[in-house]
Nanobody, 122 residues
Framework: QVQLVESGGGLVQAGGSLRLSCAAS????????MGWSRQAPGKEREFVAS????????YYSDSVEGRFTVSRDNAKRTLYLEMSSLEPEDTAVYYC???????????????WGQGTQVTVSS
């Protein structure tokens, strides 16, 4: 059983930065591909970013490319999402997930955490 717990969310002004973390437990972490999704009020959940087990391959949605950076520390069993140049449109609940293979879509993930709220004020 894999448990994922997101943290680091909060309120930030537009143009600011924030780092989200996702702690994994209960199962081997290093063998999983991982990623982030988000869901804004009134919108469907969307893919944000993904990363392979070694951390040397990443993929981003067009909406966050160049502003967000996904990384992982397998020794700490933690996934990160560094967010910069935040916009009000980035306001959403952010979820971390795991996948048995590389994926750039929501359907590729097999498990998600409970999410952490990110609110960007204008």
């Amino acid at each position: 059983q894999v448990q994922l717990v997101e943290s680091g969310g909060g309120l930030v002004q537009a143009g600011g930065s924030l780092r989200l973390s996702c702690a994994a437990s209960g199962q081997s972490f290093s063998n999983y591909f991982m990623g982030w999704s988000r869901q804004a009020p009134g919108k469907e959940r969307e893919f944000v970013a993904s990363i392979n087990w070694a951390g040397d391959w990443t993929y981003y949605s067009d909406s966050v490319e160049g502003r967000f950076t996904v990384s992982r520390d397998n020794a700490k069993r933690t996934l990160y999402l560094e967010m910069s140049s935040l916009e009000p449109e980035d306001t959403a609940v952010y979820y971390c997930g795991i996948s048995p293979h590389a994926t750039i879509t929501l359907t590729g993930f097999t498990h998600w955490g409970q999410g952490t709220q990110v609110t960007v004020s204008s």
